[in-house]
């Protein structure tokens, strides 16, 4: 992968019925596409929580009540 890059494709379903929109695919990483699309739809994205340190990478969202918390370390 070059700089530019920015990782394989992954297809994900969008089920539209009436006002309710359903994200969804087929295995692990379509399902968190899927997840952080409707994060970002619901303007929540900014409740998940990224570990700062270079050599982790784990996320987490943060349901407290005022989404202060900072990323696991």
């Known amino acids: 992968m070059g700089a530019a890059d920015t990782g394989p494709e992954v297809p994900v379903t969008v089920r539209v019925a009436g006002d309710r929109v359903a994200l969804g695919g087929d295995g692990p990483r379509a399902v968190l596409a899927a997840s952080a699309a ?36």
């Open 38 to 73: 409707r994060l970002a739809l619901e303007h929540r994205l900014g409740r998940v929580k990224i570990c700062p340190a270079d050599d982790c990478r784990w996320a987490s969202y943060d349901s407290s009540r005022d989404s202060r918390a900072r990323g696991a370390r």
